[in-house]
């Protein structure tokens, strides 16, 4: 598989579970701000920033496992592609 099709794929997959995110979060009535810090985080500025994608910023696997806690979802449910 050549690299440019890896990086398309895995910005694919970004985006996914960043529009899963807040869906979800959304769901479960959590402001940007509520879901940041009872991930860790100590402002909602940058949950913000990689719900948007803005500048390419991403969660890691360390806040989707936290966020799919806290929002009491399945780990796997955040990277669904919406119908």
Not at 30 to 38: C, D, H, N, R, S
Not at 44 to 70: P, Q, T
């Amino acid at each position: 598989m050549q690299t440019e099709d890896l990086e398309v794929y895995s910005e694919h997959i970004l985006d996914i579970v960043s529009a899963n995110v807040k869906k979800y979060r959304e769901e479960k009535g959590f402001t940007q701000m509520q879901l940041a810090l009872e991930i860790g985080m100590s402002g909602g500025a940058y949950l913000g920033r990689v719900e948007l994608r803005k500048k390419n910023h991403h969660f890691n696997i360390r806040h989707i496992a936290k966020i799919a806690k806290v929002l009491e979802i399945k780990i796997e449910d955040l990277f669904e592609t919406q119908s």
